[in-house]
């Protein structure tokens, strides 16, 4: 029997993914947990695995193409179970394809458990017309496996002339339609098309490189325009003098490195936002509006936002203020070295009450951050500068660290966002006094 596996919901409302490697060829033997593809999301990159034992006879997609949740992936002979073309491939049945989306939804992938996936219904719910035609009203019978592939490949299934029982159209037709190069636009063609460049561009086209978007660049995207749309930004602006704060790393610096840690900043600054998001539970929450309601969060998940490759991505600190400088530290070497290396999973991206930013690193000094929505606020930290400071009455060289908080001005007011950013100073200040409240 053939086993047709559609590309499965990894979770967080994933649309859609980039295949990026095929690890599996047509004719090539697999076992169930075997990887087959590496899809990337728009938040990690994610292998694969088969649901089945057997052996692999379709691809659908090549390197590069954009495949829909619940669309076809691949199609797997089953070990032990001789292929019925003409008698289960004909069907077309409910139950059909009921018992293909039972078997998809049992799939556990690298991430997390895949959701149940639809094989393609008989319809034509969500794709664009491509060419009007007057036999369009004309609606085909075909297999399930047929009319998957029709939809991957962005052909219309109803100008194919099938050669099966009643005029139904087969998986052969698909492919024998397909070599004739006739109307026949896939749908990777089709998204790429939706962005037509400027008909100066378009003269000089040496002049320009058009590149795809990725997956997390859309996402980006995507999320930052969500933000600006949906949410009342307001920004501060403050400085810390942190020379006790250095003092306190360049002592436990080395015995750190030593266990194989390395100890910056931002353990200091995250464990210091998690404290006072305890005294400042408005910045810990977000509101529903739907239900005319705010949502308070009872635990302290801290966001912390890592430059990676292929963008920007914002790992999450669970319980920071549970943890110890140390743990905090290493947690944060281990999510930064996973987001540079691609291998970050959704649990790793998930729940998020804070984000907390570090331009700084970069020679940054000040920014207006852009909140991580629906977070209620942001931190971005800034590079430490030498500059002249009062203190006791005298004028001494300071280290200052520059911070800029972003609020949803909704549900933060002006007076609550300047106490807890004064808050997170006095802590930075003074690091002992946070470790040692209870």
Not at 24 to 46: C, F, H, L, N, R
Not at 268 to 276: N, Y
Not at 288 to 315: C, S, W
Request: hydrophobic share 35%.
């Amino acid at each position: 029997m053939k086993f047709t596996f559609n590309f499965p919901d990894l979770g967080e409302g994933l649309e859609e993914g980039t295949i990026m490697e095929w690890y599996v060829k047509p004719g090539q033997q697999v076992k169930m947990g075997d990887s087959i593809v590496q899809m990337e999301t728009d938040k990690v990159v994610a292998d694969i695995p088969s649901p089945k034992n057997g052996v692999i006879t379709d691809l659908f997609g090549e390197v590069g193409d954009v495949i829909k949740v619940g669309s076809p992936l691949v199609i797997i002979q089953i070990e032990g179970e001789v292929s019925e073309q003409t008698t289960e491939d004909e069907k077309i049945t409910t139950e059909a394809v009921s018992e293909s989306d039972d078997d998809a939804g049992s799939v556990v992938g690298t991430i997390e458990v895949a959701g149940k996936n639809d094989i393609m219904a008989p319809s034509d719910e969500g794709e664009k017309d491509i060419e009007e035609k007057t036999s369009v009203s004309r609606k085909a019978l075909a297999t399930p496996v047929a009319r998957a592939m029709a939809k991957q490949m962005g052909i219309d299934i109803n100008q194919i002339p099938g050669s099966g029982p009643s005029g139904r159209v087969k998986k052969e037709d698909i492919l024998n339609f397909k070599s004739t190069g006739l109307d026949i636009k896939p749908e990777s063609d089709i998204i790429k098309k939706s962005f037509t460049p400027d008909e100066s561009l378009k003269q000089t086209a040496g002049d320009v490189t058009y590149k795809p978007l990725t997956q997390i660049r859309k996402t980006i995207a995507k999320n930052m325009l969500q933000s600006k749309h949906n949410a009342a930004h307001m920004s501060v602006f403050e400085e810390v003098e942190i020379s006790g704060l250095m003092e306190v790393r360049l002592r436990y610096k080395q015995r750190f490195a030593d266990k194989g840690v390395k100890l910056t900043y931002l353990p200091f600054i995250v464990k210091a936002v998690a404290q006072a998001l305890k005294h400042h539970p408005q910045l810990n929450s977000q509101i529903d509006t739907e239900n005319n309601r705010m949502i308070y969060r009872n635990r302290y998940h801290i966001g912390i936002a890592v430059d990676a490759p292929d963008g920007l991505v914002v790992p999450v600190i669970r319980d920071a203020d549970k943890l110890s400088i140390f743990q905090i530290a290493g947690q944060i070497g281990e999510l930064a070295n996973k987001a540079r290396t691609r291998k970050l999973t959704l649990e790793d991206l998930k729940d998020g009450c804070f984000s907390i930013t570090s331009f700084g690193s970069f020679g940054g000094i000040y920014a207006t951050p852009v909140l991580n929505y629906p977070q209620a606020g942001i931190l971005g930290i800034g590079r430490i500068l030498k500059t002249p400071v009062v203190k006791d009455d005298e004028i001494v060289i300071g280290n200052i660290m520059p911070l800029s908080l972003t609020v949803d001005h909704r549900v933060v007011d002006g007076g609550e966002t300047t106490r807890f950013i004064y808050k997170v100073m006095e802590y930075l200040t003074d690091p002992i006094s946070f470790l040692m409240e209870e």
